[in-house]
């Protein structure tokens, strides 16, 4: 989904980040307020040498070492989160605003499917009565093989799988 980002006032996520670069007392500056309206302009994951081709094909001269900058404050002011380190670099995703999700991967072509599971709220409580502990967050990634890789390869041991 691209979202229409012409009008800033209309992008909550760019208002939240110039609320936490100023209660950190950092310089607002037109490149991150530009990385920042990229990121929000697609709801899709992405990497550094994603964002920095968006970029560059709109014909914004910001440099990689302005993203990589930028990244982790916007993961620590809530706006986005790192997903994977598969290929040797992080991948992002947008989390403000959105529901809780976790992630479905397709272990041949990479394909993602975000899904809700109300489940895990339970095994969360479960989790942290038996353990005793209090849970702040659950990341899950599920592997497996999408439908498309399905009918191409054969199918694998699942039980060498399992740890």
């Known amino acids: 989904m691209v979202l229409n980002i012409h009008n800033k006032a209309n992008v909550p996520e760019l208002a939240v980040f110039k609320e936490f670069i100023r209660s950190r007392g950092l310089r607002q500056t037109q490149e991150r307020e530009t990385i920042v309206l990229e990121i929000f302009r697609k709801r899709e994951h992405f990497d550094v040498d994603e964002l920095f081709l ?52 397709c272990a041949q072509c990479g394909a993602i499917v975000e899904f809700e599971e109300p489940l895990m709220a339970v095994i969360e409580k ?31 041991n699942h039980e060498e799988h399992h740890v």
């Open 54 to 105: 968006r970029l560059l094909a709109q014909g914004k001269k910001i440099s990689k070492a302005s993203i990589y900058r930028t990244l982790p404050l916007l993961v620590d002011c809530g706006l986005i989160r790192e997903v994977n380190y598969e290929d040797g670099h992080w991948h992002y995703e947008q989390i403000y605003g959105r529901p809780h999700h976790c992630h479905l991967r």
């Open 126 to 156: 479960k989790l942290a009565q038996a353990h005793g502990y209090q849970i702040t967050k659950h990341i899950l990634e599920v592997h497996g093989y999408c439908p498309q890789c399905q009918s191409q390869t054969p199918a694998p």
